[in-house]
């Protein structure tokens, strides 16, 4: 959390942060959202995650589970139209010319070319939606201070299930829960929950603020790393 904390520093041109004085759990309240973002969650990931909630729960936070979070059925078609769209819009160059096309691999020009069959106007209707999703989040925070989930629904697969199969459920299993807060904005951290000193797959927490709240979101996930990586070294 210090290099999040150094990093956002340099990225905001800010030389003031601090550690909060005032111990940052009390009153917090952490939303865990409803089912979406949790379904299909691998027994390893699952497992690691509610102990670290079990873990913020007994340090004093506030847990708040089954927030709701709507419009989740548009999340992944509006990032995708307009991922899509800007992505070939900045690499058409690359993309329109026959020597450097070669270079590029089968998986990532099949995204260039379904982002090239993106109209103006489906641009502008995600856009519109993804502005409707945003205050749907923005609702979900009037509730909570913070969101929690998984960052990823599963640990990390052996590029052998994943080369030339990119589209299959396992890549969406990785990115589900992260792609909401990509397409949003909202700032968002990524806290490892597996024990650092052993063998296991790595596994961990995803903790999300509110607009411009940047700054918070890192005070509070200073504490939570140190909640939950004293919980799992005791």
């Given at each position: 959390?210090?290099?999040?904390?150094?990093?956002?520093s340099a990225l905001?041109?800010?030389?003031?942060?601090?550690?909060?004085?005032?111990?940052?759990?009390?009153k917090q309240k952490?939303?865990?959202?409803?089912?979406?973002?949790?379904?299909?969650?691998?027994?390893?990931?699952?497992?690691?995650?509610?102990?670290?909630?079990?873990?913020?729960?007994?340090?004093?936070?506030?847990?708040?589970?089954?927030?709701?979070?709507?419009?989740?059925?548009?999340?992944?078609?509006?990032?995708?139209?307009?991922?899509?769209?800007?992505?070939?819009?900045?690499?058409?160059?690359?993309?329109?010319?026959?020597?450097?096309?070669?270079?590029?691999?089968?998986?990532?020009?099949?995204?260039?070319?379904?982002?090239?069959?993106?109209?103006?106007?489906?641009?502008?209707?995600?856009?519109?939606?993804?502005?409707?999703?945003?205050?749907?989040?923005?609702?979900?925070?009037?509730?909570?201070?913070?969101?929690?989930?998984?960052?990823?629904?599963?640990?990390?697969?052996?590029?052998?299930?994943?080369?030339?199969?990119?589209?299959?459920?396992?890549?969406?299993?990785?990115?589900?829960?992260?792609?909401?807060?990509?397409?949003?904005?909202?700032?968002?951290?990524?806290?490892?929950?597996?024990?650092?000193?052993?063998?296991?797959?790595?596994?961990?927490?995803?903790?999300?603020?509110?607009?411009?709240?940047?700054e918070r979101l890192?005070?509070?996930?200073?504490?939570?790393?140190?909640?939950?990586?004293?919980?799992?070294?005791?």
């Amino acid at each position: 959390m210090q290099d999040m904390q150094l990093a956002f520093s340099a990225l905001a041109n800010s030389q003031n942060f601090q550690s909060p004085r005032n111990n940052p759990k009390n009153k917090q309240k952490i939303g865990i959202p409803q089912s979406y973002f949790l379904e299909d969650c691998v027994p390893a990931v699952e497992r690691t995650f509610w102990k670290s909630i079990d873990a913020l729960r007994e340090a004093g936070y506030i847990i708040v589970e089954d927030i709701e979070i709507q419009k989740t059925e548009s999340i992944y078609r509006t990032r995708q139209t307009i991922q899509l769209s800007e992505m070939y819009w900045f690499y058409q160059d690359l993309v329109n010319s026959p020597d450097n096309k070669k270079l590029v691999g089968k998986d990532v020009m099949s995204f260039f070319e379904r982002g090239s069959k993106v109209g103006m106007m489906e641009l502008m209707l995600a856009s519109r939606e993804r502005l409707s999703i945003i205050s749907c989040l923005s609702k979900a925070f009037q509730e909570v201070d913070f969101l929690a989930m998984p960052t990823c629904l599963t640990t990390a697969p052996k590029i052998d299930d994943i080369l030339g199969r990119e589209t299959v459920n396992i890549w969406w299993l990785l990115v589900r829960n992260s792609e909401l807060f990509n397409l949003s904005g909202l700032p968002s951290l990524s806290i490892p929950t597996h024990r650092l000193d052993s063998s296991e797959l790595p596994t961990a927490i995803e903790i999300s603020g509110r607009a411009l709240e940047d700054e918070r979101l890192l005070q509070v996930g200073e504490s939570i790393w140190k909640i939950i990586h004293a919980s799992k070294s005791s």
